[in-house]
């Protein structure tokens, strides 16, 4: 079997070698600030049980472990849909704009860019592995976090002099598989798209497009006849997702079916995620939160080349929205 490809991260204009991925680490209700239930809260995150995994990602804890200033600002930003409109029934539900606010000026506060902090194994009985920390930092993850819908993501790098770090990154994301959840954005566009004077048509055409369905589904199918990974070309087992988001598209961008690509499952859920893009001259960029060993299950890597791939004019600009707004780079 060939051996993972190495690759590279630019983080705070220093390049590191990314050695593995530890990705979705849940934070759960019992572990945020913002909770929808009656406990008191704990400040030990639960990263797995114990096992090979486990000992060979955490071979050493007196590691330095790190987030980024804007990393912060990031995930508030991709936050606020549900801290302005929360969807979930929090405990302080009534208060989460006025929270928002306060992390932001928290967030701002700060003047170092890496955010550096130690953690420890906390005393738990197998196999359950449970870490905390004392951190400032670590408080503030849990400070912003918002249960189900975000989660940790740990990349281990190591810098060109050979030492190694933990870069821990969160995100959110509206379309967990914990709990059945609606973007809040776009719950309010398909709102206002059936609360519209528009004919029944357009506003059906724009609903079903938000589910890869209806004429926008049949116009990108045609244009897109196979997943350019795989080339399978039955349609059962196409995607028909978006490039820009639905939800972040104007209404001709929506149904526009060159804002989309037909790909199965796996790739489609990759791209959605922001795992993947792809540059106008068809090759594949990969998202270092792919450990190197999940990259070559996959079969995918950095400057993989997609002959098939169906880019034009009007992809190459949706594209570059991709790149800039979807990918964890």
């Not at 606010?101 to 359950?128: G, H």
């Not at 006849?225 to 795989?230: A, G, I, L, V």
């Not at 922001?274 to 001259?281: A, E, K, N, W």
Request: net charge neutral; charged share 30%; with cysteine.
């Amino acid at each position: 079997m060939l051996e993972p490809k190495t690759q590279k991260i630019r983080i705070a204009n220093e390049t590191y070698e990314v050695l593995d991925a530890l990705n979705n680490i849940t934070l759960a209700d019992s572990f945020v600030k913002n909770k929808t239930g009656t406990g008191h809260g704990e400040a030990k995150l639960y990263v797995g049980n114990v096992g090979d995994r486990y000992h060979e990602f955490f071979d050493n804890l007196d590691r330095e472990f790190f987030f980024l200033k804007e990393d912060f600002d990031k995930y508030l930003l991709d936050a606020k849909e549900e801290y302005m409109n929360p969807q979930q029934d929090y405990v302080k539900k009534e208060k989460m704009p006025e929270i928002y606010s306060e992390l932001q000026d928290r967030v701002s506060e700060y003047a170092k860019r890496i955010m550096s902090f130690s953690v420890y194994r906390k005393d738990v009985n197998p196999p359950r592995v449970y870490l905390q920390s004392d951190s400032d930092y670590y408080d503030l993850m849990r400070s912003v976090g918002i249960p189900n819908i975000s989660y940790l993501s740990i990349m281990k790098v190591k810098s060109s002099a050979g030492k190694v770090y933990y870069y821990c990154r969160i995100f959110i994301d509206y379309k967990s598989d914990i709990v059945k959840y609606e973007s809040p954005l776009a719950q309010a566009e398909e709102k206002k798209i059936i609360e519209s004077n528009m004919s029944e048509k357009k506003k059906q055409s724009l609903v079903e497009a938000r589910q890869g369905q209806g004429e926008y589904r049949r116009k990108l199918i045609d244009d897109c006849q196979y997943c350019p990974f795989t080339l399978v070309n039955d349609e059962r087992l196409l995607i028909a997702s978006h490039i820009k988001p639905w939800a972040r598209s104007t209404d001709e961008e929506k149904i526009d079916y060159k804002n989309g690509f037909a790909l199965t499952p796996t790739y489609d859920r990759l791209f959605d995620q922001g795992y993947i893009t792809f540059t106008d001259d068809k090759t594949v960029t990969v998202s270092p939160w792919i450990s190197p060993m999940n990259q070559h299950r996959l079969n995918i890597y950095d400057g993989m080349s997609l002959p098939k791939l169906q880019i034009d004019d009007k992809r190459s600009k949706y594209l570059e929205y991709h790149r800039t707004n979807v990918y964890k780079g």
